[in-house]
């Protein structure tokens, strides 16, 4: 059982950052490709940023060079480095896992006031 729980949300203003973790359990996390996604109210689930089992990184247009996502197979913990916050990155930030299968964490939320 693959279980993810996220860590690190909260209320920061415009400008600020945060760390978010995401803590894998169960399985072997090295072989996971891992990602951050987010949801805001009213809208659907985007992706934020991935990262392969190799270490390959991916974002979204909306977060490039303000978010950095990483990983420490030794603590089987992603991590994603949010900069320079706006309002419009409000959401509850998402963990996700997969190989042959996906799965989900809880969520976090991230609150960015202006």
């Known amino acids: 059982q693959v279980q993810l729980v996220e860590s690190g949300g909260g209320l920061v203003q415009a400008g600020g950052s945060l760390r978010l973790s995401c803590a894998v359990s169960?399985?072997?996390?090295?072989?996971?490709?891992m990602g951050w996604y987010r949801q805001a109210p009213g809208k659907q689930r985007e992706l934020v940023a991935t990262?392969?089992?190799?270490?390959?990184?991916d974002y979204a247009d909306s977060v490039k060079g303000r978010f950095t996502i990483s990983r420490d197979n030794a603590k089987n913990t992603v991590y994603l480095q949010m900069s320079s916050l706006k309002p419009e990155d409000t959401a509850v930030y998402y963990c996700?896992?997969?190989?042959?299968?996906?799965?989900w964490g809880q969520g976090t939320q991230v609150t960015v006031s202006s």
């Open positions: 996700n896992a997969q190989f042959s299968n996906s799965w």
């Open positions: 169960g399985g072997i996390f090295s072989v996971y490709a």
């Open positions: 990262i392969t089992s190799g270490g390959v990184t």
